[in-house]
């Protein structure tokens, strides 16, 4: 079992930054694959962006590349996703997933955080 916390969310005016916090306790973290997906009213949950159990690879929505970055710290077993140049349809409830190896690339997670707010103004 692995319990994920997310913190980080508010509101924020279009063009600015948030960073997003993953804080993962329970088994190995360095074991799993991560990843953050969002959920915007009325719309399906869609994965943002992706990162292998290393934290050497790494893969990000179309939406969202080049404006936000994710990396994780396995000694302090955080996940955390930069995120910047922020737009209104960014505006989401923000969440922290963890998954075997094969998660990276399958969008397979078995863990999931409660959610984070995110708001951005226009």
């Known amino acids: 079992q692995v319990q994920l916390v997310e913190s980080g969310g508010g509101l924020v005016q279009a063009g600015g930054s948030l960073r997003l916090s993953c804080a993962a306790s329970g088994r190995t973290f360095s074991n799993y694959a991560m990843g953050w997906f969002r959920q915007a009213p009325g719309k399906e949950r869609e994965v943002v962006a992706a990162?292998?159990?290393?934290?050497?690879?790494?893969r990000y929505a179309d939406s969202v590349k080049d404006r936000f970055t994710i990396s994780r710290d396995n000694d302090k077993n955080m996940v955390y996703l930069q995120m910047n140049t922020l737009k209104p349809e960014d505006t989401a409830v923000y969440y922290c997933?963890?998954?075997?190896?094969?998660?990276?690339?399958?969008?397979?997670?078995?863990?999931w955080g409660q959610g984070t707010q995110v708001t951005v103004s226009s």
């Open positions: 990162i292998s159990l290393s934290g050497v690879s790494t």
């Open positions: 997933a963890a998954g075997p190896r094969g998660a990276y690339v399958s969008d397979n997670y078995i863990y």
